[in-house]
């Protein structure tokens, strides 16, 4: 019985990788549980067959303290052999409650260490577990040179995953999908796709994806760009800034902001390259990993999980960080010669889930 525990299931890799860790187990005959706050991902992660707690284990707050108790009332209850942890504020919570069990009984403890957060007492706990997951060599690399006084043989390399058989090469969205893509969207027709996913935030870098944008245009190319992810309710400030710049550079007519999609997949299915743009490194970058396993050429700083992606896939893709004439010389030239990302038998879903499935029962 695994019990995974993260602030919320609305979107993003965290929470994508804990419904596909649930599925995994429950196929081979295992009990998943999942504790978050809830959110759109629920209903589909119970109809998987696992079970979803919902705590507030999301706000940081002194009050958030209080469900030290309850979790562990709750661990008691459920009795489950592994407790993983993904995310900080949830971790300290638990790491507080299971750490006053019976050390004979208690479940064993693994923490996911799924991105290069800050370097303090707070971060740290995610490097608690007894054994610890890096979702790529550069967040390994981070452990150790930050926390030096954690053991590397407590370090576990799992690099994230898709499922060759739903990320195909060639992959085209249903025709349905299509004609409706192509009605909402009429401004797309006959145009160099280029799509920047994720979440509209600073550091993922859609100021410099303007630029490049701005610059093909220069060249004469047909491109329009399109930034596919929503603005968190506290980063709105920085949407306003965006559209702002987007008017500014005369882009309004070349740039679309779709907002949250859930169809991301069929989005990139029918672009001609994704773009990675991350002012800090990625942690990993499974959005792009998609892209490259459905056979789209990424363009992307070369830093962080992303790199190493690129570098067993398509390393000609690889941009110096924050190098934006180089992408557009780059994009510019894979408008007449579009490359084409190596098939990859690294990075499967399949694979991912075997290997923590294998950190949870070592000795």
Known sequence: KVIQILPELNTGGVERGTLEVG???????????VISNGGRLVEQLEAEGSRHITLPVHKKRLRSLKQVKVLRALFEQE??????????????IAWLAWRKMDPQTRPKLITTVHGFYSINAYSKVMTRGEQVICVSNSVQDYVLKNYPDVPAEKLTVIHRGVDPAEFTVGYQPPAEW???WKS??????????????????????PLDFLKV??????????????????SHPKKIEFLEELKAAITTQQ?????????????????????????SCSTDPEAFGRVTLEALAIGKPVAAYDHGGVAEQLNALLP???IPLGDTESMIELLNKWY????????????????????????????
Request: proline share 6%; aromatic share 6%; glycine share 8%.
């Open 336 to 363: 007449t010669d579009p490359a084409r990302p190596q098939s990859f038998h690294t990075f499967t879903l399949d694979q991912m889930c075997q290997d923590i499935a294998r950190v949870y029962t070592a000795p």
């Open 23 to 33: 599925k995994y187990l429950v196929e081979h005959g295992h009990e998943s549980i």
């Open 178 to 180: 299509l004609a409706k």
């Open 184 to 205: 909402d969207y009429p401004q797309l027709e006959g145009k160099y796709v280029i799509t920047l996913p994720g979440r509209i935030t600073r550091w993922k870098g």
């Open 316 to 318: 000609e893709g690889k």
């Open 251 to 275: 882009l309004d007519e070349t740039i679309t902001l779709t907002g949250h999609r859930s169809d991301l997949k069929d989005v990139m299915a029918v672009s001609d390259v994704v773009v």
């Open 79 to 92: 009795r489950p052999d592994i407790l993983h942890l993904r995310s900080r504020l949830p971790a300290w």
């Open 213 to 230: 944008i701005a610059g093909l245009k220069d060249r004469g190319l047909p491109v329009h760009g399109l930034i596919v992810g929503e």
